[in-house]
């Protein structure tokens, strides 16, 4: 379902006594004077001056700054409050007009099908079998196509994995809600699209009015679906058929020729997610060697092995869950 919504315009109005609060320049305590700002808007042949000019509501965010109107709100949360719900088409319509009116009734005035996204958040919510924290060092083992060297932040019920144009970020959804709403193991996958080029490149979007349409409506699931399956899990990301090789390291050689930078991360990660056997650390240099890595990567490797023991149960310890099931449940709750 479609989350938070951030659009934004160049061209707008704002009529006289339009209500908005207009944030006065700011002061240089040196001298007591405030310092010079631009201008935010015309009124008459008068230049309205001031650091920005905003509208907050529960609902619905509203800045002028920069000569910029910017917008953020979230459609479902406008429909259904703190309540969970599933987005229709109508309602997101209907969300738009809301906020349309708002804006008209605030004495500013834009063209509102023609507002450029600026970010745009689609997410899914999911009941999982463990608590949310259990999933978390699962979650770490992932590395998104598109964000190789990036980290995981990672703070009590939460996992966020971002570059500047896109987020993941897992939370744990039912901590979040209402007491009468509390779901113990409600957690929450948003993809978040970060500016105007990921929102264009990835959805196909560039206006508010677009998202109007009914095919462009429908198609938001089937992307969302598709990039946690093809960036973030990689499930489709080798051709390396590997039931055709006999031994790890003619694996992670193979590996090595396609991914030479992360293959080490895709071939662990292919052990844990599909649940194959693990190999042990007595065996990890060696097979390292075999494959051409330096001493420097065995060597971080080999660290890497020891914090994942370090969070993964004993084998014969009561409750262990494998990190392949815990990453399984994820994606296909996601997926389908």
Not at 23 to 30: A, C, F, M, T
Not at 178 to 195: A, H, L, P, T
Not at 285 to 309: N, P
């Amino acid at each position: 379902m479609i989350d938070k919504i951030i659009v934004y315009t160049y061209k707008y109005k704002v009529k006289k006594h339009a209500n908005i609060t207009l944030s006065r320049p700011p002061v240089d305590y040196s001298t007591g004077e405030e310092l010079e700002v631009g201008g935010l808007w015309l009124e008459g042949f008068r230049s309205v001056s001031g650091q920005k000019a905003y509208y907050n509501d529960d609902l619905v965010n509203i800045t002028i700054e920069k000569k910029r109107f910017k917008s953020i709100f979230n459609p479902n949360k406008i429909i259904n409050g703190d309540k969970v719900g599933v987005l229709t088409h109508e309602q997101l319509l209907d969300s738009l007009r809301q906020v349309e009116q708002l804006i008209n009734n605030l004495g500013i005035v834009v063209a509102f099908d023609d507002l450029q996204f600026s970010r745009i958040d689609l997410c899914k919510d999911i009941e999982t079998i463990h608590n949310f924290e259990r999933y978390i060092p699962a979650l770490n083992l992932v590395s998104p196509i598109y964000m190789p060297n990036e980290t995981a932040r990672i703070k009590k019920g939460s996992y966020l994995m971002s570059n500047r144009s896109r987020q993941y970020n897992f939370y744990d959804k039912g901590a979040q809600s209402s007491q009468g709403d509390r779901s113990k193991n409600r957690v929450r996958c948003e993809i978040r699209f970060m500016n105007k080029k990921s929102v264009t490149n990835s959805l196909g979007l560039s206006t508010l009015g677009e998202l109007k349409d009914l095919s462009v409506f429908n198609s938001l699931s089937h992307t969302y679906r598709t990039i946690l399956e093809e960036d973030f899990f990689r499930r489709k990301l080798s051709k390396i058929r590997v039931d055709d090789f006999d031994s790890d390291v003619e694996l992670l050689q193979q590996m090595k020729k396609a991914h030479p930078n992360k293959a080490f991360d895709h071939f662990l990660f292919f052990k844990l997610l599909t649940g194959k056997s693990p190999i042990q650390i007595d065996d990890l240099t060696a097979m390292l060697k075999e494959s051409g890595y330096s001493k420097t990567t065995i060597s971080v490797k080999r660290k890497l092995f020891q914090e994942l023991q370090k969070i993964t149960p004993a084998p014969n310890s009561a409750g262990r869950v494998r990190f392949s099931a815990l990453l399984d449940e994820l994606y296909k709750k996601l997926i389908n």
